[in-house]
């Protein structure tokens, strides 16, 4: 099941995580629920942008190694996609080629 990578998240884009993971002291606040804010409401505004932008960080760290495996065999399925149409082609001539001689010595005996 594994093929031998492993995959490693450098300590500083965790940075941000640490601050933004103490909850706000009113943790009920959803602001789009509310159309207008106070001023109380804004540390959890900007908490949750924290842990936003943390997350957004963190996931982006995740995913960055999956896509480039994925682009990297998407080029080699295509890559071998061509081949295999060649390959093909070349088949095709060679049954419509008619053959003069069913034997490979046959050339150097004349």
Request: glycine share 6%; charged share 20%.
């Amino acid at each position: 099941m594994g093929d031998g990578h492993e995959y490693r998240i450098p300590v500083d884009a965790l940075e941000g995580v640490k601050d933004s993971m103490n909850p706000s002291a009113n943790g009920s606040v959803n602001p789009s629920m509310n159309g207008s804010m106070n001023a109380s409401e804004l540390p959890s505004l900007e908490s949750s942008m924290e842990r936003s932008s943390a997350m957004a960080a963190y996931n982006r760290q995740l995913l960055e190694p999956l896509t480039s495996v994925i682009e990297h065999q998407q080029e080699t399925i295509r890559n071998q996609a061509e081949q295999i149409g060649r390959l093909s082609a070349e088949l095709e001539a060679a049954r419509a080629t008619p053959h003069q001689s069913s034997s490979w010595w046959a050339f150097w005996r004349h």
